[in-house]
């Protein structure tokens, strides 16, 4: 079956130490999302790509980064991670980021902060 | 600017009865909307959604939503609520950004099953 995976499901670093999370589609989409999702709130846009066109959010720290090498993956780097960035991170995708278009979800990542 | 508000945080409902989730939109052009749902520890999955055409638009799982303009609502509805359809709902918009739209979701419903 054609889905969005993210590695690991759970990630556990310490404070101040460099993480990637990972996405991969088998989709063939066109456009790549990273959401950040703390408990029990919305899922907040972090950035996205357009197939290599890199968009981000105006109010996205510069602690996140994000890397598409190529239309199946996605990366999402925290670069020093604080307490505050605790939480889930969604990778999403849709065909063409058109108004109408469904966005496909990943399953999450759960990221820890010691 | 689009905006979508979820009047109730949280919703519980004892087993086999009808439910209904809320959900008001803002917007000053055309809207799309959609309702996801979101399993514990897992991703979004789209429940329906509605571009056009008739106001009321089944989806998955025995859910269906009415839209209707006048009242700015898109309000989610099931007739006989089961065990597994515990999860958090979300109502989102369509808005335009950049190079592709994105989605502006609700602060969600929890909606919790009592057996």
């Known amino acids: 079956d054609a889905m969005v995976i993210q590695n690991p499901r759970y990630q556990v670093t310490q404070f101040g130490k460099p993480v990637t999370l990972s996405c991969s589609q088998t989709?063939?989409?066109?456009?790549m999302y990273w959401y950040q999702q703390k408990s029990s709130q919305a899922p907040k846009l972090l950035f996205h790509?357009?197939?290599?066109?890199?968009?981000n959010e105006a109010d996205t720290p510069d602690n996140f980064q994000s890397r598409r090498p190529n239309t199946s993956f996605c990366f999402l780097d925290i670069r020093s991670p604080g307490l505050g960035d605790a939480a889930m991170y969604l990778c999403?995708?849709?065909?063409?980021?058109?108004?109408?278009?469904?966005?496909?979800f990943g399953p999450g990542t759960r990221l820890t902060v010691l | 600017a689009q905006s979508v508000t979820q009047l109730d945080s949280q919703v519980p409902v004892f087993e086999e009865a009808p439910v209904e989730l809320r959900c008001n939109y803002s917007?000053?052009?055309?809207?799309?909307l959609f309702w996801y749902v979101q399993y514990p520890n897992q991703g979004l999955q789209l429940l329906l959604k509605?571009?056009?055409?008739?106001?009321l638009v089944k989806g998955i799982n025995g859910f269906e939503a009415e839209f209707n303009k006048s009242q700015t609502s898109f309000h989610l509805r099931k007739p006989s609520v089961h065990i597994s359809d515990t999860a958090e709902y979300f109502c989102?918009?369509?808005?335009?950004?950049?190079?592709?739209?994105?989605?502006?979701f609700g602060s969600g419903t929890r909606l919790s099953i009592r057996p």
């Open positions: 999403a995708t849709s065909r063409d980021g058109g108004f109408t278009d469904t966005q496909y």
């Open positions: 989709l063939n989409h066109n456009v």
């Open positions: 790509y357009y197939d290599k066109d890199f968009n």
């Open positions: 917007s000053s052009v055309s809207v799309y």
């Open positions: 509605y571009l056009s055409g008739s106001t």
């Open positions: 989102a918009v369509s808005g335009y950004y950049s190079s592709a739209s994105k989605i502006i």
